[in-house]
């Protein structure tokens, strides 16, 4: 009667073992410290490539997070509690592929405008950066297609590089209008940068990508990349000689 009434104990009714409470909870934290990592990157994704409002896209994140567990956790708790199949209650849905059987055909469709978006490209400066990223073939092949060279050197202008005719600086905002142009990249000296910057902005570019050594004073809504080529060879000489003190 005794071993009868032990093997019909419920479950329900056994205490777990403090090892095996650990071993459930290190292998959650596995699964919490992805998802936290992933969401960390999407952030900066939704900011820097999708250029979405940093306070629209963390609510986004925000809302998804509450949304998902308070009402997703519990509903899955409820019907695995009551699921009876002979491998278990919860590994018929730990095993299930139905997650990625909806996520792709649904989120792909909102997801396909940003993966095959191909932005329309200007550059302002023709001098031996600009060309050299005009002609950096990785540029078009992530989608940068640039259709438009602008330099204010008279000796240049009306010369032709891989197929664009570089045109005068004054022939910009048309160019802008007519080509649907929406980044520029400024690659000119100092004493040029800002007027150039200020134009882009007045004739509707979303965004400037700025080698010139200066801040650009632009308004929020058009977002400003500032590579600076000294202040990176200077990252780069200060891991040389920390690298060299610690060995």
């Not at 056994?14 to 596995?30: E, P, Q």
Request: some cysteine; glycine content about 8%.
């Amino acid at each position: 009667m005794t071993d009868a009434s032990t093997s019909s104990t419920p479950l329900a009714s056994k205490t777990l073992t403090a090892s095996t409470k650990i071993y459930y909870g290190v292998a959650d934290l596995g699964i919490a410290m992805l998802t936290a990592s992933v969401q960390f990157f999407l952030l900066f994704f939704y900011t820097d490539v999708v250029i979405i409002d940093p306070g629209l896209a963390g609510t986004a994140l925000l809302v998804g997070k509450l949304t998902w567990d308070a009402i997703n956790d519990p509903l899955m708790g409820y019907l695995s509690d009551r699921t009876r199949t002979r491998i278990g209650r919860r590994r018929p849905y730990l095993t299930s592929e139905d997650d990625i059987v909806y996520v792709v055909p649904t989120a792909w469709p909102r997801m396909r405008h940003v993966v095959d978006r191909h932005w329309r490209v200007a550059l302002v400066g023709a001098g031996r950066i600009g060309l050299a990223l005009f002609e950096y073939p990785a540029f078009r092949a992530r989608g940068y297609d640039c259709v438009a060279i602008f330099d204010a050197d008279p000796e240049k202008v009306g010369t032709t590089r891989a197929g664009l005719t570089i045109r005068d600086p004054s022939q910009f905002e048309d160019a802008v209008r007519d080509l649907g142009i929406e980044l520029v990249i400024l690659a000119v000296p100092e004493a040029g940068a800002q007027e150039m910057a200020g134009r882009a902005v007045e004739a509707g570019v979303k965004g400037i990508l700025n080698f010139a050594p200066i801040r650009l004073n632009v308004p929020p809504r058009v977002p400003v990349e500032d590579v600076n080529l000294v202040m990176e060879l200077e990252a780069l000489s200060f891991a040389i000689t920390q690298a060299e003190h610690d060995a």
